[in-house]
């Protein structure tokens, strides 16, 4: 069963700023998209569909991987897979400990969700993904540039 189902924090729609970079931080030239996810074949997965829509993945395998990642390039978007089992208060806050202003969309059961949005999650996605739904919210939050010729 796929489920397409999106909870947002707030009111508040997905950014469409550009955030200042800290000092010392590197900044690629396109949107920058890190997936976190601990089955590495699903992050492989995730990392090949984001590169596909035209964005820049950059892959972590774990939360302390993500933070390191963090702490040296400039990301626009975290898309975290949650486990079943996880409590995602901790997790999210360690991401936005590194970048305050990330957005932060979660893959999570339909119990965790209250959890993500309450712990600083920008977003929840009810799993397991579906191709489309994740497509959409991205690129929402991260609208890719009109190229004018």
Same mark, same amino acid.
């Given at each position: %069963?796929?489920?397409?189902? @999106?909870?947002?924090? /707030? ?8 955030? =200042?970079?800290?000092?010392? %931080? *590197?900044?690629?030239?396109?949107? @920058?998209? #890190? +997936?976190? =996810?601990?089955?590495?074949? $699903? ?16 892959? *972590? ?6 933070? +390191? !990642? ?5 990301? =626009? #978007? ?10 995602? /208060?901790?997790?999210? @806050?360690?991401?936005? *400990? ?18 993500? #949005?309450?712990? /600083?999650? =920008?977003?929840? !996605? ?17 609208? $890719?540039? +009109?190229?004018?010729?």
């Amino acid at each position: %069963m796929v489920h397409a189902h @999106t909870v947002r924090s /707030g009111s508040v729609p997905a950014p469409e700023r550009r955030r =200042d970079q800290r000092p010392g %931080m *590197a900044r690629l030239e396109a949107q @920058t998209v #890190l +997936v976190v =996810d601990e089955d590495l074949e $699903l992050l492989d997965r995730l990392v090949v569909f984001i590169r596909a829509l035209g964005y820049i993945a950059v892959p *972590a395998a774990s939360i302390e991987n993500a933070e +390191v !990642i963090l702490e040296k390039l400039h990301i =626009d #978007l975290v898309l975290l897979d949650l486990a079943p089992d996880a409590a995602p /208060g901790a997790l999210i @806050t360690r991401l936005k *400990a590194e970048q305050p202003d990330v957005y932060v969309v979660v893959g999570a059961e339909p119990h965790q969700i209250r959890a993500v #949005l309450a712990a /600083g999650g =920008d977003e929840a !996605i009810a799993t397991p993904l579906a191709a489309e739904h994740l497509e959409a919210v991205v690129r929402r939050v991260l609208p $890719l540039p +009109v190229v004018r010729r």
